[in-house]
Nanobody, 119 residues
Framework: QVQLVESGGGLVQPGGSLRLSCAAS????????MNWYRQAPGKQRGLVAS???????TYVDSVKGRFTISRDNDKNTVFLQMNSLKPEDTAVYYC?????????????WGQGTQVTVSS
């Protein structure tokens, strides 16, 4: 069993910054792709940022230049640095990892952390 535990959400004023973290724990797994998704009220969950094992990154257009995804492979942790936050960034943010376990790939999700951008 692999668990993803997120931290770092909260309330921030427009223009502020937050840093989300997500750590995977368990045994005998290898994180492959690490992703951040978000879901705003009344909307579908969508991909925000993604990072492969070799460091290739992808961002949704609305966060390019403001958000940065990074990972610490030694600690099986992924981060999302969010700068210049806007009210439209308000959502529950979910960590997602594609894990390689015993020869198979598994899709694992964190519990979600609320990010609220408001004055």
């Amino acid at each position: 069993q692999v668990q993803l535990v997120e931290s770092g959400g909260g309330l921030v004023q427009p223009g502020g910054s937050l840093r989300l973290s997500c750590a995977a724990s368990g045994s005998s797994f290898t994180p492959v792709t690490m992703n951040w998704y978000r879901q705003a009220p009344g909307k579908q969950r969508g991909l925000v940022a993604s990072m492969t094992t070799v460091g290739r990154t992808t961002y949704v257009d609305s966060v390019k230049g403001r958000f940065t995804i990074s990972r610490d492979n030694d600690k099986n942790t992924v981060f999302l640095q969010m700068n210049s936050l806007k009210p439209e960034d308000t959502a529950v943010y979910y960590c997602n990892m594609i894990l390689f376990v015993s020869g198979k790939h598994y899709n694992s999700w964190g519990q979600g952390t609320q990010v609220t951008v408001s004055s």
